[in-house]
């Protein structure tokens, strides 16, 4: 059984900063790639940013690419998303997803943190 844990989200002024992280714990077989995305109400969910675990190449969105930054520690299989210049329309609920190839293809998400912008 594998477990995702996010935290980092909370309610932040426009401007501000946040840090998510997102630890997987349990039977984990190799990680490729660990990613965000995010679900505003009304909205489908979206890739926000992604990161491989072999070469750590990363993938943005466009609306938050420059903004925000996404990391990993593979010893760890934690990996992080750091938001600044935050603006309302960041404004979701954000959900960590990790993935791999072996044994087969599969894929987990977490339960997800509430990012909310405003002031």
């Known amino acids: 059984q594998v477990q995702v844990v996010e935290s980092g989200g909370g309610l932040v002024q426009p401007g501000g900063s946040l840090r998510l992280s997102c630890a997987a714990s349990?039977?984990?077989?190799?990680?490729?790639?660990m990613g965000w995305y995010r679900q505003a109400p009304g909205k489908q969910r979206e890739l926000v940013a992604d990161i491989t675990s072999t070469d750590r190449s990363t993938n943005y969105a466009d609306s938050v690419q420059g903004r925000f930054a996404i990391s990993r520690e593979n010893a760890k299989n934690t990996v992080y998303l750091q938001m600044d210049g935050l603006k309302p329309e960041d404004t979701a609920v954000y959900y960590c997803n990790i993935r791999g190839l072996w044994p087969y293809e599969w894929q987990y998400w977490g339960q997800g943190t509430q990012v909310t912008v405003s002031s």
């Open positions: 349990g039977t984990v077989f190799s990680i490729n790639a």
